[in-house]
């Protein structure tokens, strides 16, 4: 009786213990999580499922796969072929199909299911692809296409693109002393007679390979073989040789220190030029594309109007990017979209390759940035374009209506349909192999979701396939009849499951990641609230309650990072370590407010913009409201309250101490930004324009220069070899601190650690730091 009243006495003592979250354990990260499977692929045949994953917590991730039979997933040998290589969706008429590996070139037979070498190469082989003859493959190779024969397996190089420039238009003219030279001496002049004769001689030989094409200095990109092989198009590129910023290493094996080169600072110098060039193979000869007659091409931003030398500048036209063409399947028309390099036009245009002239098909502006789901933020990035299989109407998405959804457009008749509405978004799109229909991930049921469904491109009626809470991501199988899918649920983390495609499908899990010491916690589901905003405005959040009997009237907002991103969802949170220690804060008697602020994803484009041209501005608004509901709804101290969060979430917490000092009581701000005139270009110029051009939004949104307002207790946290928001940033603003005397401040600086720590240890001592801040700052003496 005994030994059974001590077996029960120690299973319920380590049940209590096990529920005592430790920082040690928390801060390993997926290591005390265990790590979840990603990257999920089918082979070409649809038998087989490949995964990325590391069961046992090795060094790094190993290739898994799973097919119908077995009882769980294995490791593939070493050596085996991964035949998710050659899954290629734009050959799946073809029995053979062709693909590059390791820069070669190989052929995969359906029918055999053997693999051929067709082409072996010192030189990097890439850009494979099938044209409107089946007998003809393309493919890259040193910066030029090259034409496969299937038939006789001849390879014929069919451009001639080369760096430097022509020496027949380039004749430099002589020097002084050149002239001196020749004049004086016969041997110069004997010299330079035969250098001249053997040139002439050489260049009325004829050659089989076309034209030389020079480009200079300029940057090749772009290639684009036309499916029928009549056509090239390309973009020259010229970049700036703006300055770039180190990043100093202090921890090296050899015990010197290290200096690494590293981005460049935001600036209207930055940006670069393009041209677009179409080479006819057949006439031998290059043309470019003329811009000039775009919708909007000379248009100024309104900004302008608010500076003197601006405002009244001469009219010009816009830098502009623009990607490859995109063909129908029988290659008889070709689309490709365009962007301004301020990122407020996006240009969808019809390419006539013979006669060398584009036609406008749709213009999206947007006074702050064009961006969304299917419409990347970046002016160099491609969003969801393509043909539907009539092969004259192509789809694509746009933000007009206030959230991204999916369009079609007649080439024929120019008419413009819109499949999908409502106060949500497509997420991603793909054409069903019949044509017939899209499926599409959405946020449908809840900002916070990810669902996926079917759409019907006659009726536009959606089918759903996942419609549950959470995030599922999906890869249907070749022929459509199943789909791999990644789900996770607020306090389940990624696993990998297999479902027949059908509506309201049921998955059938074939991973299981989670460790033994993760599973002993009971993790708390967040619940997500919504909140208003004092321009009325309604804001998501995840909140953490702790038991009544726990509770200690003390707060602690987080700021997720990165801006353009979403944290109060219904799966899995990137910030993992984050959601742990939300659930220890809870444990110890904190409530925790994780806001999605002005600014984050999942919520259309005025949520999306609305910092634009003032960062810390409605996107702190939101965390100043987050407390006041909290100090109205749930009983919080408003002198009980602190802020923290990383990167763009470390931004907020200085410009809420700075800009609105005796609001928190304390903050933690971790990799910040603290001027964002030294931050990178991409993300920056597209909410804040050009510190050149916009200096009233760089100032109004930089805390460096609110430095003198600090009142409440700070504590900044930054690795030294950050090569994004570097190192510097923390040490300006610790310099303007010291200048002006202040004294409530701590910094705590990691000397090996990056914007993303990967050490344990930093891990731990970071986040020690942070409770023992909040601790001491928001809880009764």
Known sequence: MKAIFSIVFFFI??????????????????GFIGNQPDNQRWSIDGSTVYFDWNPKNEMGNSTYYWKIGMKEPEVLPEGDFDFSDINIPSQNDYEIVYYAKRGNLYAYDRKTKKIKKVYLSNERIYGVERGTNPDIVFFQMNRNVYQLNT??????????????????????????????????????RDTKAENDWFAEKYKNNTSDLPKSIFYGDESLEELQPSPDGKFVTFRLSKYTTSSSTNVEHFITENGYTKNESARSKVSVKNLSKHKMGIYNVEKDTVYYVSFS?????????????????????????????MTHPIYNKIGTKAVFELRSQDNKDRWIVLLNLDSNEITELDYQHDEAWIGGPGIPNYSFGRGTLGFLNDNQTIYFQSEVSGYSHLYTLNLNSKKKTQ????????????????????????NINHPGNREFHKLDIASKKLTPILNADGAYE???????????????????????????????????QITFSTTPEFNTYQWKVPEVITFKAEDGANVNARLYKPKAENKNKAAVIFVHGAGYLQNAHNYWSSYHREYMFHNLLSDLGYTVLDIDYRGSDGYGRNVRTGIYRYMGGLDLSDQLDGKKY???????????????????????TLMALLTKPTEFKAGAALRSVTDWAHYNQGYTANILNFPETDSIAYRRSSPIYFAENLQDKLIMLHGMVDDNVQFQDVVRLSQRFIELGKKNWDLAVFPV?????????SWIDEYSRILKLFNETLLDK
């Open 13 to 30: 003592f380590f049940l209590i213990n096990s529920q005592n979250l430790q920082l040690e354990q928390i801060m390993k990260g997926d």
């Open 151 to 188: 038939k006789d397996f001849s390879v014929i190089q069919i451009t001639n693109f080369r760096t430097g420039l022509n020496s027949e238009k380039n004749e430099k003219s002589q020097s002084y002393l050149e002239k001196q030279q020749e004049e004086l001496f016969q041997f110069v």
């Open 753 to 761: 650690e990056e914007h993303g720590f990967k050490e344990t240890y």
């Open 474 to 508: 999906v890869v249907l199988s070749p022929d459509e009849k199943k789909i791999a899918v990644r789900y996770s649920y607020k306090n389940k983390p990624w696993e990998l499951y297999i479902a027949d495609n059908k509506p309201n499908t049921s998955l059938k």
């Open 630 to 652: 909290l100090v109205e709804n749930l009983g919080i101290d408003t002198n009980k309250v602190g802020i923290y969060g990383g990167s763009y979430g470390g931004f907020i």
């Open 293 to 321: 007659n775009l919708t909007g091409i000379k248009d100024f931003p309104t900004y302008y109007n608010e500076y003197d030398d601006l405002k009244d500048k001469e009219k010009e036209e816009k830098l502009i990017v």
């Open 419 to 442: 499949l999908t509405s409502g106060n949500w978004e497509v997420r991603e799109a793909s054409l069903s192999l019949d044509g017939k229909s899209f499926y599409l991930t959405t």
